[in-house]
């Protein structure tokens, strides 16, 4: 590493991506190429011979931005944000420089600790309960999404129970969730092994805005009691990622604690607002959770990836996922002095992601994220009045964070699969304009049409040039 060149290289790396960020508008939102494209552009084989960063660079701009989709757009509005910010970048940077690989306390120190520092500040902004901090049984742990989150804890849980009853009662384990919780618990089960005839998915629907009914799941349970089962792992969510639906925790986590469940809460998306005073309620019951999670790069500016687990009880995960062999023993482990990371995620190795949180919030401050989440809720309220003010459309969810999820209307035939027909259209239309990228979703049947702001550049001239787009398609679509 020849730090001369590393100061010349960086120096032009960082005007490239700032001139991105300048020129960001001038891109399709959503990449227009088509499956395999690159492969025509690119050689066969790795060159023999070095090559120019300024060689480099031009391809970057004709080849690989053309097959970009502009996540960092103030016009992406699609899936749920992935946020970047200055300082998150300059975390990140520090963080690649350093290249520490912090898989116990001695490999890094500082990784580990501050690790531990940012996951309680962030805890207590989230006023969560004092179990999930580090200076009793639990803690906070950054993985690299919720997917990975939440299969540590259903693993965490499932040998938690196998041990107090049996090895041979995995086959007996019964999940339980909706169908709307992420597809990320379907793939844990999965990799857990639990068996697919013993996923409980009860149904969620409008009536109870697509949240858990307690009654359908302590029915469950029941039946599941009755017939020799073991209800060992519930689900719950704040902010489902079709329409942001939040289940009723505490209502759910007596239900949990009853029968002897682990209660996990998956906020990936929403849990950021919380941070905000009047959206704290959302996640009243945590209390009764024995893990959260939030995605720090879906709503606090701090760049992919960071994903915030705290559990009530360490013990459960480091029990599931230690491994300790020679080569790794040393002194402050074996005297349980500190916490190795190692011991609380799938891999071994493990990037210093805690520095990019911890430069986020220093260099912004709380209230700074809290306005910044704030904004995008009123960005979507204004989206919201948007879509009530056309007849052609419709608001299918009463919104609470900043997600819209809206769709064209049946015509005057109310045929439901003609109105789901025109809405996939519409959906294609719009995207492929380049001027705007938005996502869909199913509930009860009907496709929907999902507007999520959260693009740090977005804002509210963006939000009615989108909705002017999306009226121009529609338009079209209908005289047709």
């Not at 990140?92 to 501050?114: C, D, H, K, R, Y």
């Not at 993985?143 to 693993?155: F, T």
């Amino acid at each position: 590493m020849d730090s001369e060149q590393l100061r010349e290289y960086g120096h032009r790396m960082v005007d490239f991506i700032a001139d991105y960020y300048k020129t960001i508008e001038s891109f399709p939102v959503r990449s227009q190429v088509q499956p395999g494209y690159l492969h025509n552009l690119l050689p066969d084989s790795a060159p023999d011979n070095p090559e120019t960063l300024e060689q480099v660079l031009d391809d970057v701009k004709a080849k690989i931005l053309p097959g970009v989709t502009h996540w960092q757009s103030p016009s992406f509005f699609a899936y749920y944000p992935s946020n970047c910010s200055i300082a998150g970048f300059l975390g990140e940077m520090l963080s690649t420089g350093l290249n520490v690989i912090g898989f116990s306390w001695i490999a890094s120190p500082a990784a580990t600790e501050l690790e531990i520092i940012v996951l309680d500040w962030i805890a207590k902004l989230l006023n969560l309960p004092e179990h999930f901090l580090s200076k009793g049984k639990g803690g906070g742990v950054i993985q690299g999404s919720a997917s990975e989150a939440i299969l540590v804890v259903m693993v965490a849980a499932r040998d938690k129970v196998l041990r107090s009853v049996s090895n041979n009662s995995l086959g007996k384990l019964v999940v339980y969730s909706t169908d709307q919780t992420h597809s990320a618990l379907q793939k844990a089960c999965q990799i857990a092994g639990i068996h697919p005839e013993n996923c409980r998915v009860l149904k969620a629907d409008s009536a109870t805005c697509y949240a858990m009914r307690p009654e359908l799941l302590q029915e469950a349970v029941s039946q599941d009691l009755e017939a020799g089962l073991i209800p060992f792992f519930l689900c719950g969510n704040v902010g489902t990622t079709s329409s942001t639906a939040v289940d009723p925790l505490a209502a759910l986590g007596k239900i949990a604690k009853s029968n002897e469940m682990w209660f996990h809460v998956d906020a990936a998306y929403a849990g950021n607002a919380c941070i905000c005073p009047e959206y704290r309620k959302y996640i009243d019951g945590v209390e009764t959770a024995d893990s959260f999670n939030m995605n720090a790069y879906k709503g606090l500016l701090t760049n992919f990836d960071c994903s915030l687990l705290w559990v009530k009880d360490q013990s459960a995960v480091t029990e599931a996922f230690s491994a300790n062999p020679e080569y790794l023993k040393n002194k402050a482990s074996r005297e349980n002095l500190v916490v190795d990371y190692k011991d609380w995620q799938i891999a071994l190795s493990r990037r210093f992601r805690s520095l990019k949180l911890w430069m986020v919030l220093r260099l912004y401050g709380s209230e700074t994220l809290k306005s910044y989440i704030r904004n995008h809720i009123k960005l979507a309220k204004v989206f919201e009045q948007l879509v009530y003010q056309d007849p052609n459309f419709e608001v299918i969810t009463p919104p609470i964070f900043s997600l819209v999820c809206f769709r064209l209307v049946p015509t005057d035939d109310n045929d439901e699969k003609k109105c789901n027909d025109r809405n996939r259209e519409l959906l294609e239309a719009v995207n492929s304009s380049g001027k705007l990228f938005i996502s869909h979703t199913a509930l009860s049947g009907k496709i929907v049409l999902r507007f999520s702001i959260g693009a740090p550049l977005a804002e509210e001239k963006h939000v009615k040039e989108a909705w002017k787009v999306i009226q121009e398609e529609a338009s079209y679509l209908l005289r047709k």
